[in-house]
């Protein structure tokens, strides 16, 4: 099984880097890099040229072709891979993830392989993550991946029609982010099997979210949205989304009684997000359905 990975970016030169370097001691290398560059500015190209005689690079200019999910989706024409994996810009890859990558997906006969987020040392950051492998499905959809660790095979994502992109970091609503749970729960529709392993781990910085400032509270925020809305475009039950609301209630109640007021306003926006997106993704499934 060859990889192509498609990185749509924006805004970041020097960041690449790192992600560029893991690249290059991967035990199973990818067949192609592909960079969807929406800039506007030649920034992004000084760091390829320096990879470009080590990594089989497609540098795509898309400036006119802004948002997260509307680049992966341009990238996916230039993909000859059977597998595809989305790199964030930011992210990083342990020497033999994309080797694990790949046998989970044969031993398992997956369409779709995901892990998690961690730091250098194991430990889970960005998200919350479930502790044991097991089988993808609308109850764990949400603890199972981070966008930049899934790895699809292509075929599944031609047929699911590739990413919605009125979601994501960059689309033109307030559903900023859930856009990898979203073609998730699309391809399950399809019967395409997942599976997450808690051992396929990949690297980002750490989102300050123990004392967020302002603009933490605003990502927190719009990222709640999108989480918020795919749940209700999903017609997740009221019942089962009550839970999500409910930890972020109690997560800014114990913020709070720790004097602790800006990660108490972090989780109490967090909730807000959930809730609009919640309500406007039920009343554009119901707009559909009439």
Same mark, same amino acid.
């Given at each position: 099984?060859?990889?192509?990975?498609?990185?749509?970016?924006?805004?970041?030169?020097?960041?690449?880097?790192?992600?560029?370097?893991?690249?290059?001691?991967?035990?199973?290398?990818?067949?192609?890099?592909?960079?969807?560059?929406?800039?506007?500015?030649?920034?992004?190209?000084?760091?390829?040229?320096?990879?470009?005689?080590?990594?089989?690079?497609?540098?795509?200019?898309?400036?006119?072709?802004?948002?997260?999910?509307?680049?992966?989706?341009?990238?996916?024409?230039?993909?000859?891979?059977?597998?595809?994996?989305?790199?964030?810009?930011?992210?990083?890859?342990?020497?033999?993830? &994309?080797? +694990?990558?790949?046998? /989970? %997906?044969?031993?398992?006969?997956? =369409?779709?392989?995901? $892990?998690?987020? #961690?730091?250098?040392?194991?430990?889970?950051?960005?998200?919350?993550?479930?502790?044991?492998?097991?089988?993808?499905?609308?109850?764990?959809?949400?603890?199972?991946?981070?966008?930049?660790?899934? &790895?699809? +095979?292509?075929?599944? /994502? %031609?047929?699911?029609?590739?990413? =919605?992109?009125?979601? $994501?970091?960059? #689309?033109?609503?307030?559903?900023?982010?859930?856009?990898?749970?979203?073609?998730?729960?699309?391809?399950?529709?399809?019967?395409?099997?997942?599976?997450?392993?808690?051992?396929?781990?990949?690297?980002?910085?750490?989102?300050?979210?123990?004392?967020?400032?302002?603009?933490?509270?605003?990502?927190?925020?719009?990222? #709640?949205?999108?989480?918020?809305?795919?749940?209700?475009?999903?017609?997740?039950?009221?019942?089962?989304?009550?839970?999500?609301?409910?930890?972020?209630?109690?997560?800014?109640?114990?913020?709070?009684?720790?004097?602790?007021?800006?990660?108490?306003?972090?989780?109490?926006?967090?909730?807000?997000?959930?809730?609009?997106?919640?309500?406007?993704?039920?009343?554009?499934?119901?707009?559909?359905?009439?």
């Amino acid at each position: 099984m060859e990889i192509s990975l498609i990185i749509s970016t924006l805004g970041r030169s020097e960041e690449c880097v790192k992600l560029l370097d893991s690249l290059l001691i991967q035990t199973y290398p990818a067949k192609e890099v592909i960079f969807i560059d929406q800039n506007r500015d030649d920034i992004l190209y000084p760091v390829l040229e320096r990879y470009r005689d080590r990594l089989n690079l497609n540098h795509v200019r898309a400036p006119n072709d802004r948002g997260l999910s509307r680049g992966r989706n341009a990238g996916l024409q230039y993909a000859t891979g059977e597998i595809v994996l989305f790199p964030d810009d930011d992210c990083w890859y342990p020497a033999d993830c &994309f080797e +694990k990558a790949i046998a /989970l %997906l044969m031993q398992n006969n997956a =369409d779709i392989v995901t $892990g998690r987020a #961690a730091d250098e040392t194991g430990r889970s950051i960005n998200g919350r993550f479930l502790t044991s492998p097991q089988m993808i499905d609308r109850s764990n959809v949400w603890t199972t991946q981070i966008e930049w660790m899934v &790895f699809f +095979k292509r075929e599944l /994502l %031609l047929d699911v029609g590739g990413y =919605d992109v009125n979601i $994501g970091v960059g #689309a033109a609503s307030p559903w900023q982010a859930c856009e990898g749970q979203d073609i998730v729960l699309r391809s399950l529709t399809l019967g395409a099997i997942a599976f997450f392993s808690p051992a396929l781990i990949g690297h980002h910085a750490e989102l300050p979210t123990q004392s967020p400032d302002k603009t933490m509270r605003t990502k927190g925020r719009l990222y #709640a949205q999108g989480f918020g809305y795919v749940a209700g475009r999903h017609n997740y039950p009221v019942s089962e989304f009550a839970y999500f609301l409910f930890r972020s209630f109690a997560g800014a109640i114990v913020s709070a009684a720790k004097l602790n007021l800006p990660r108490a306003l972090y989780f109490f926006e967090i909730m807000m997000g959930r809730l609009y997106g919640y309500r406007n993704g039920r009343a554009q499934r119901l707009s559909n359905s009439v």
